[in-house]
């Protein structure tokens, strides 16, 4: 083990495996232990009785950080302005927070003077690489303690033993069906009948969203008022941008709005199935690429799309703390500057659809894009415009007719 390690910050959930973290630490490198708790919004359950658990596990204090506001303003909306989408599915609920969850816990560290942050992840995932390279780019005098990666015990049992033998209560159970996490944009499952990719999701695993075949037999509509890329009213009710989250993930929800079922490439190498649920997030990416369809021209849409593609897999790999994450940033909000306007959206049993939009910035002209009669287009315009455009062709093909 380490030397020189005398105060330890560990990102701590009151599940087992943190429970069990707290006097494995002290045990090992003889060091005072403190509880770091963020608030994302992961549920009501989850935050109950904590700071009594983390104390209870040995921890000198526990510090319960709400990061539900700076989390949406600061972590989802840049990257909705992006439009990043990994693999084309998933809208990184998971990877979105962990930075925010990581700097907040470096900034703690830093006022405790600890000499170092722990985490609870194991060596398999991607978080282990979110959390320590957040550290590495934030504060990169501070150790890191791994556990999952050093310690011998690999079961819950042995977890569980291990917690009874120094009298540390905990309520978790030998059989976990489920691995779970949850915040303000979306919760995610993964393990039981997931880890076969031929067996279908039971209704167990859907924890936020109803079945789309028992959603309501009625549609229901829902008005987005954007302002620069940024959702700022539903219905025209002014919120901030966590109000916002909550109110679209209520309404989705009981539409079935929102649920993926994936098998997504790790940072790590392997590939692993996890079934997600966005029901606001998704409403809200509908309405902002509504938005863009009529705002952006294709060259800049084009350019957009290449962001989203490259800024997905930055906050996928944990890399939002560099360079490349400011540039990206800065070109989305340059090209949010127009993207400003209303969309009215369909939900009804698992979809959502943009059927009514307007934007003071619109490119779209009914005057040219008229099938009927008009005076602002003369289409002899257009072949010149061919010619040219297919220059390139002409001359290829030409050059090969004049070899045979």
Avoid at 357 to 366: A, F, G, V
Wanted: hydrophobic share 40%; proline share 3%; glycine share 8%.
């Amino acid at each position: 083990m380490q030397q020189g390690i005398n105060k330890v910050v560990l990102a701590y959930s009151g599940g087992l495996d943190t429970s069990a973290i707290v006097p494995w630490l002290k045990e090992n490198y003889n060091c005072e232990v403190i509880c770091f708790v963020a608030d994302v919004c992961q549920g009501a359950d989850d935050l109950e009785g904590v700071e009594q658990k983390a104390l209870a596990s040995g921890a000198s204090k526990c510090i319960v950080k709400d990061l539900k506001e700076e989390f949406v303003k600061d972590y989802v909306y840049p990257t909705l302005k992006t439009g990043a989408i990994y693999e084309g599915t998933y809208l990184l609920g998971t990877s979105m927070a962990r930075p925010v969850i990581a700097k907040a816990m470096v900034e703690a560290a830093m006022a405790e003077g600890a000499d170092a942050i722990a985490h609870g992840c194991t060596g398999k995932g991607n978080d282990q690489v979110r959390f320590e390279g957040a550290v590495a780019a934030l504060a990169p005098q501070l150790k890191v303690i791994a556990p999952w990666r050093i310690w011998t015990m690999r079961s819950r049992e042995e977890l569980l033993n291990y917690l009874s033998e120094r009298n540390i209560p905990c309520k978790a159970s030998i059989t976990k069906i489920y691995s779970r996490d949850a915040n303000a944009w979306h919760i995610s499952t993964e393990g039981g009948e997931l880890e076969s990719t031929w067996n279908e999701a039971s209704e167990a695993v859907w924890q936020w969203t109803v079945a789309p075949e028992q959603a309501p037999d009625q549609p229901e509509m829902v008005k987005l008022g954007i302002v620069k890329g940024e959702v700022v009213a539903v219905d025209d009710k002014q919120l901030s941008p966590y109000q916002v989250l909550v109110e679209l993930n209520a309404r989705a929800a009981k539409h079935g709005v929102g649920r993926i079922d994936i098998t997504e490439n790790r940072l790590v190498g392997m590939k692993s199935r996890g079934c997600y649920e966005t029901p606001g997030g998704t409403v809200m990416m509908a309405a902002l690429r509504a938005v863009e369809e009529l705002v952006l021209d294709k060259t800049t849409r084009a350019w957009r799309e290449k962001l989203g593609a490259e800024f997905s897999h930055l906050v996928y790999d944990g890399r939002w703390f560099t360079p490349l994450c400011k540039a990206i940033v800065a070109s989305a909000d340059a090209i949010a500057e127009d993207l400003t306007g209303e969309v009215v959206l369909k939900m009804y049993k698992g979809s959502v659809t943009a059927v009514q939009k307007r934007s003071i910035n619109s490119l779209y002209s009914e005057d040219f894009a008229t099938f009927g009669a008009d005076e602002v287009y003369d289409q002899s315009h257009a072949e010149g415009f061919i010619r040219l455009y297919t220059l390139a062709s002409r001359i290829r093909a030409l050059k090969e007719q004049s070899k045979k």
